[in-house]
């Protein structure tokens, strides 16, 4: 008997989850490199291949390789902004569970107060105390309610935090996407 070994069942790609105004933010940057930048640097190129040797041409070496860089950018954007879950968290109202787009303020185990909102993977900023969705603690945090005292592992050990509050509020205005999808 011949045994086959069937590949393995493909696996749904993860919802590419969205805020509007990282949405707009993505939108606008593709919009930016479509029709300011690849235009002036497709013009820089084209004058410096008309100079003659390209081999030692400056302009036209970093120029064909910022254009690539630009092509590679407007092929990653085209293909996260091709079927965006865009969930605006004004529309989840006055509830103090845990969902994508929530604001969440916590202390941690030394009483330490801190606040993150979940966004999507393209709006993570730190900075911001913006986290993916994805992320470890975003997923500890996800259903959860304001009150829910939960153990997170972090690299230095198991720590734990208390949710003291959910909040959700609009972080773009749906006129402003409805105008960049129209675009």
Known sequence: MI??????????????YMTPEGYARLKRELLHLLDVERPELVKVVSWAASNGDRSENGDYLYGKKRLREIDRRIHYLNKRLDKPEVVDPATCGATDQIFFGATVDYSDGSGEEHTLTIVGVD???????????????????????????????????VEEIEITDVRYTATASEEATKKLDSA
């Open 3 to 16: 045994k086959t070994s069937l590949p393995p069942p493909p696996v749904a790609p993860a919802p590419n």
């Open 123 to 157: 709006e993570v900023d730190t900075a911001r105390g913006h986290v993916s969705w994805i992320s470890p603690i975003a997923k500890a945090l996800l259903k959860r309610r304001a009150g829910d005292s939960l153990k997170l592992v972090t690299p230095g050990g």
